[in-house]
C-alpha cells in the first residue's frame, strides 16, 4: 500500500468520520497522484486545497475527547447509583446541604451532584463488590498532577528539579489530608463504622484519598478547566513567591 494510499484513507476518515472500510468502498486508488483517474476531489488531486495535516489531527483530538468525556461521565454516574453501603456498616450519609456546602468551598456546583457522593464513600463502608471511591481517587491524582504542573509552570521557579520538587510537595497524599480538612471531609466521608470504632475517625491516608476523589468527581463532572479553577481558587501558589 503506497503513502498516497494511506494519506488519502486517512484524510477521508477524519474530515468525514468514516471508517477506514468505508473509505476503501468510496475511493478508486490509484498507486501514483499523476494517474489520470485520480478524482478532482480527492486530496491528491493537483487542484484539490488539502488543509494542513495538524487540522486532521485537531479535529480527530476533539471529536475523540468529546466522545469519550461523555463516555467517562455516564460510567461514574451508574457507579454512583449501584452504590451499596454495608447495612449497619457505614458511619453516616452527608445530607444534601452539607454536600452543597462543599460544593461552594470548591468553587464548583456540580451538574450530577451524585459523583460528589461517590468520591465521599471510602470502601470501608460498602458491600461486598459495590462501587466506592477508589477509581475517582486515581482520576483525582492524575487530574491534580496535571493543573498544579501547569500553575508551578507560571512561576518564577526555572530550576527543573526544583519545580519537580515542589510538584512532588504539593501532590502528596499528606498535603492531600491537609487540604481535606480545610473543607472539612472528615466530617463527611462516609466510612465504616469499625474504622470509626478503632481510629476514632478517618486516617491521614484516608482524607488524602477523599480529596483526591473529590477532585476526581470535579473532573468527570466538568472537566480538567473545572479542576483548574477548583484547585486555583482554594490553593494559589505560593511557592516561589
Known sequence: MGVYLVRGILARHFTTGGGIRGALLRYEMPSHP?????????PDHPHHPVPPAHAYTQQAFHTGW???GHNLTERFL???DAVALAPAQHSRVPSAARLEELEHRLGHLFTHRKLLFLALTHPSACAQGSPNSKELSWMGDSALNLAITEQLAGSDI????????AR???VSRS?????????GLEEIMIIGKGVMTSNGGPTEDMLGEAMEAVFGAVYVDGGMDAVRKAYGRNFPLEVGR
Open 34 to 42: 499523476s494517474s489520470p483517474n485520480r478524482r478532482p476531489d480527492h
Open 66 to 68: 468529546t466522545n469519550h
Open 78 to 80: 451508574r457507579a454512583a
Open 158 to 165: 526555572e530550576s527543573v528539579g526544583k519545580l519537580t520538587e
Open 168 to 170: 512532588a510537595q504539593l
Open 175 to 183: 498535603n492531600c489530608a491537609k487540604s481535606a480538612k480545610v473543607f
